[in-house]
């Protein structure tokens, strides 16, 4: 091997889903998958929907797998919907889909006033942060069913998107709303 968990240097690379299932580690990603599964049954990201139900002039996106090897030897599978052909104007208006992002002189001084008031920082990680995030009033997309959930649905199956997930382009800015609604309700002024 060559240390950190890792048997070789193929194992560091991000692969799609047909490339890790070629693995000799098939039964671990298999649980990988449905564990990503699970997760989004557990947040609600959409719902299946045969496909003569969906409006003619639905939008309709397919996805790709992110798996990989971490070093502590998990091995974790991400659904990615592949927001890069989605079309402005179809699939999302490009008015809404930029979320703020922080910069080091923001860190640098919260940072510095945080030790200056001898105050304590806590670093947060929200967990599937874009599955948390909704879509906008009116917008609907449906995604088609990932490589490796078809064991999950019955075929003719599109899954409505409750909520938004990684690689849409609205995801983003989909998270901050959320974010800034749950500091709102915690008593935060912006």
Same mark, same amino acid.
């Given at each position: 091997g060559i240390g950190g968990g890792f048997d070789d240097t193929?194992?560091?690379?991000?692969?799609n889903y047909r490339e890790a299932m070629a693995t000799s580690?098939?039964?671990?990603?298999?649980?990988?998958? #449905?564990?990503?599964? *699970?997760?989004?049954?557990?947040?609600?990201v959409w719902t299946a929907v045969k496909i003569e139900e969906v409006p003619n002039n639905a939008k309709v996106i397919d996805s790709t797998w992110a798996?990989?090897?971490k070093s502590n030897g998990k091995y974790r599978a991400r659904i990615n919907a592949r927001g890069f052909r989605q079309v402005d104007g179809v699939h999302y208006d490009s008015?809404?889909?930029?979320?703020?992002?922080?910069?080091?002189?923001t860190i640098r001084t919260s940072m510095a006033l945080m030790l200056m008031m001898n105050g304590q920082g806590k670093l #947060?990680?929200?967990? *599937?942060?874009?599955?948390?995030?909704s879509f906008e009033e009116g917008e609907e997309i449906y995604l088609k069913v990932p490589e490796g959930f078809e064991q999950y649905y019955p075929e003719g199956t599109l899954l409505k998107l409750n909520k938004t997930i990684?690689?849409?382009?609205?995801?983003?800015m989909a998270f901050w709303r959320e974010l800034l609604k749950c500091m709102s309700d915690m008593g935060y002024k912006r």
């Open positions: 193929n194992e560091l690379r991000v692969m580690n098939t039964p671990q990603w298999e649980q990988a998958v #449905a564990e990503e599964h *699970g997760r989004m049954v557990e947040h609600k798996m990989k090897k008015s809404s889909i930029s979320a703020p992002v922080v910069n080091d002189t #947060a990680d929200v967990k *599937g942060a874009f599955l948390h995030g990684y690689g849409l382009k609205q995801s983003a």
